[in-house]
């Protein structure tokens, strides 16, 4: 029911150009559709950027690299796209809790920040009955899914023309990646079909095959939309998706800047500062603990070339190096401070208990700078960190960090000139709306703004000109 709905056949046959669409450029939708969704999937799951991350996958991960070896080597003409259906069904299945009963708004997430995002969407709305997707094995069985999983192979025939033309063009994780969002869209159209009492989708992504795919299904079927973001958004970032929600609710004005500068972005928006409680900036008479904090793209040899660099001022400064959480790119660093008992390795910590323990921060291109200085701490931005192009949060650009070129014995003294510049303050509350102000009142004004979305019938009357006055402030 819910395929003849939304027309798979015929939207693919239709928009087959649609769905290659550059969805940076000229052409832009005031609301996400089933095209829109594939669109934004695809520019992010082709760009080169993640073209560099499925390679480190494969390299690290066992299980992909044969996946992907197994797939490369089969016929394109059969077994390749019955990879892809595969894949779509592992997705359908895996999708739950199964049941929606009286919700009001539905929710989707993914990783930890998702859901940590979610959590603060839904404090904001705590008398809103919610529902909370995840895409988790323990769903695997329920009864739901496994009948969308039989829906899903009773229409593989209109979904065949579709996943040829993604065997054609991408190799295996990047279409296997787009075949997900029509997935997703499938059976959150069918949520939105069986459930009538829903009244809005809530989204921790702009750009996740899952979260565009429910965006899509649920303007589709003439529900609100809801997006927060869950990192900063890089302003020099190569690709930057567009925010087509009913209504999103930013860290900061900054953010929306951003969005209206690089994509676009249609939204009411709300601000609701950055996760956690931020602090004055606090300096100390000398520095006990040095944090380096990576990214997924780190290079170890400049690593380890700056901690040795550290040592020779700071013999017994404790360094902690805190990996990226994304075990499927998990590094070796293994060597790293083996003989070094001062030196610490972490993944996975408690993020502000670490930034607690430090007196300065050394990061490469990470959002994490932005959780820092909300904590209270000075960030050192060394580019050479990674591989990511320089400042591609644009830190550097609006002055909300100094970036350095290597570790030298008066860097903190240079941070404590930076950060106390005047001025600074006013360019951090840009990016952490909640940064020296009122969290209550923040969060009341972010509360009446979401509230409008999640509840149109009893919030209508004040939309227009409330729109206007958070549209003015952000």
Not at 142 to 169: D, E
Not at 333 to 360: H, M, Q, R, S
Request: charged residues 20%.
């Amino acid at each position: 029911m819910a395929l003849r709905a939304v027309k798979v056949g015929e939207a693919i046959a239709d928009t087959a150009e649609e769905i290659t669409v550059e969805v940076a450029g000229e052409k832009r939708r005031e609301r996400y559709d089933l095209a829109t969704a594939i669109g934004v999937v695809r520019e992010m799951e082709t760009s080169i950027g993640r073209a560099n991350v499925f390679e480190e996958i494969k390299k690290k991960n066992a299980l992909y690299r044969l996946v992907d070896t197994i797939y490369t080597k089969s016929g394109a003409h059969f077994f390749q796209p019955l990879f892809l259906l595969i894949y779509m069904i592992k997705c359908v299945v895996s999708l739950g809790p199964s049941k929606v009963g009286d919700a009001e708004a539905l929710a989707i997430s993914n990783f930890d920040n998702e859901h940590k995002t979610i959590d603060r969407v839904a404090a904001l709305a705590p008398d809103v009955r919610l529902v909370r997707l995840t895409v988790a094995r323990s769903h695997v069985f329920s009864l739901a899914g496994l009948k969308s999983a039989l829906r899903m192979i009773g229409s593989a025939g209109r979904l065949w023309s579709f996943l040829r033309l993604l065997t054609r063009a991408h190799s295996f994780m990047p279409a296997a990646r787009i075949a997900s969002a029509l997935a997703f869209y499938i059976r959150c159209s069918q949520f939105f079909v069986e459930s009538k009492g829903l009244k809005a989708a809530i989204v921790a992504s702009n750009y996740s095959p899952e979260a565009v795919g429910m965006a899509a299904a649920a303007h589709r079927h003439g529900r609100r939309v809801v997006y927060s973001n869950h990192a900063p958004v890089p302003a020099n970032g190569t690709i930057v998706p567009p925010v087509l929600s009913d209504c999103a609710l930013f860290y900061g004005s900054e953010t929306t800047q951003t969005y209206e500068r690089r994509a676009r972005c249609t939204a009411e928006v709300g601000l609701i500062g950055q996760p956690g409680t931020s602090r004055a900036m606090e300096w100390l008479e000398s520095i006990e603990t040095i944090g380096i904090f990576l990214t997924s793209g780190t290079k170890v040899d400049v690593l380890k070339s700056l901690v040795a660099t550290i040592r020779v001022d700071l013999p017994k400064a404790r360094i902690i190096i805190r990996q990226h959480p994304v075990t499927l790119l998990k590094t070796d660093f293994a060597d790293i401070g083996v003989d070094d008992p001062y030196t610490k390795l972490t993944i996975g910590n408690p993020l502000d208990e670490e930034i607690t323990a430090c007196d300065l921060v050394i990061c490469g291109n990470s959002g994490v700078a932005l959780n820092v200085l909300s904590g209270g701490r000075p960030v050192a931005y060394l580019s050479s960190l990674d591989g990511i192009k320089f400042d591609a949060n644009g830190f550097v650009e609006s002055r909300l960090v100094l970036s350095v070129p290597w570790w030298t014995e008066d860097m903190y003294d240079r941070l404590k000139g930076f950060y106390q510049t005047p001025g600074w303050q006013s360019v951090m509350q840009t990016y952490d709306a909640s940064y020296g102000v009122d969290l209550a009142q923040l969060h009341a004004e972010a509360s009446q703004v979401l509230m409008r979305h999640l509840r149109p019938e009893t919030h209508f009357d004040d939309q227009a000109p409330m729109a206007a006055a958070t549209k003015k402030v952000a």
